[in-house]
């Protein structure tokens, strides 16, 4: 009886912040929140580190 033949999973890029550039473990998007909608604005989506994220966060509430 043949053998199953077995396949790695392909090798995915590393996730990069579209902000500082850097590899990061995790990016995070926001795109909806209270007077902020960017699902339904055209725009390329952008990806944020933590560090990135958080500072974005800041000047989005204005406490930056």
């Known amino acids: 009886m043949p053998q199953p033949k077995t396949q790695e999973a392909p090798e995915t890029a590393p996730l990069r912040c579209d902000f500082c550039g850097q590899v990061a473990t995790r990016v995070r998007r926001v795109a909806l929140d209270r007077g ?25 509430l204005g406490l930056a």
Not at 39 to 51: D, G, I, K
């Open 36 to 60: 902020y909608d960017r699902l339904q604005t055209p725009h390329r989506p952008q990806y944020a580190c933590e560090r990135c994220s958080e500072d974005k966060e800041r000047r989005r």
